[in-house]
């Protein structure tokens, strides 16, 4: 897979979150869920591409791992969605499996760029 191909991934999964947060129901638990998913499931594009043009291979990690931290705790939103029966799961369970291999690719990238890094500080 490329930069650009993860990136589009990235931008794809946002705009799928945007439309399951705007379906969420509008009583305190799905408002609740919905401003929390939106801000987690939206960030990993932008942190991404930020990783893309970072200064310093340090840097890049560091975008990455803000990725994946972001990535999981969409995960647990949409489990919470799911679990909680806001949605029809069949509706969303693409979506969770989406969010759970980004989190194996951004997860990947970072142990190889660290390595990468430990081999060229030698």
Not at 1 to 17: H, K, Q, S
Not at 47 to 76: M, P, T, W
């Amino acid at each position: 897979m490329t930069p650009d191909d993860l990136a589009e991934r990235l931008l794809d999964f946002a705009v799928r979150i945007g439309r399951v947060v705007n379906a969420l129901p509008a009583n305190r638990l799905g408002r609740h869920i919905a401003a929390q998913l939106v801000r987690c499931g939206t960030s990993p594009a932008p942190n991404y591409q930020e990783g893309c043009a970072a200064e310093s291979r340090a840097d890049f990690v560091h975008k990455l791992l803000i990725c994946l931290k972001e990535l999981r705790e969409a995960r647990f939103w949409i489990q919470l969605v799911i679990r909680s029966e806001l949605l029809p799961e069949s509706r969303i369970t693409g979506l969770l499996d989406e969010c759970s291999q980004l989190c194996k690719v951004i997860g990947k990238s970072v142990v190889t760029a660290k390595a990468r890094g430990s081999r060229t500080k030698r």
